[in-house]
């Protein structure tokens, strides 16, 4: 996938969250891992995006990053059971503040079943 186009490949839209997870263990990306990407709204949190990662481990949210925190949620339970590996986390939950809003924002997370790493980048947007 270019990065650079939308979904739609017009082009008028960029990611701007990008989430690559990588599972330690099996050494490749975690694909099909379930994720819920919710924002910080006056009455709650409001769900912004939800699927599963792809072959690669990626998702990508392209909508308009707004100055405000963002919650990631991470289905690992569901993810380490039917590879029948246990796992101490249910689920992970990354709480983050997008601060920087006209970025594209690359959190990579490192996954075991009794651990994680997470660290972000930022790029200013390709246009």
């Known amino acids: 996938m270019d990065i650079r186009r939308s979904p739609d490949g017009t082009g008028d839209d ?43 481990g990626a998702l990508v949210y392209v909508e308009v990053v ?11 339970d569901s993810y380490f059971s039917p590879l029948a590996r246990p796992r101490f986390y249910y689920p992970v939950t ?5 601060g920087a809003a006209s970025y594209v924002h690359h959190i990579s997370v490192l996954l075991s ?7 972000v980048e930022f790029d200013p947007p390709v246009r």
């Open 14 to 56: 960029f990611p701007t969250i990008i989430v690559k997870v990588t599972d330690l263990e099996a050494g490749g990306p975690a694909s099909g891992l379930a994720y819920r990407l919710a924002r910080l709204e006056n009455d709650g949190w409001r769900l912004v995006a939800s699927g599963e990662t792809d072959r690669y």
């Open 94 to 98: 990354l709480t983050f503040h997008s």
């Open 113 to 119: 079943p009794e651990g994680f790493q997470t660290y």
């Open 66 to 76: 707004q100055q405000s925190h963002y919650q990631l949620r991470l289905e690992v």
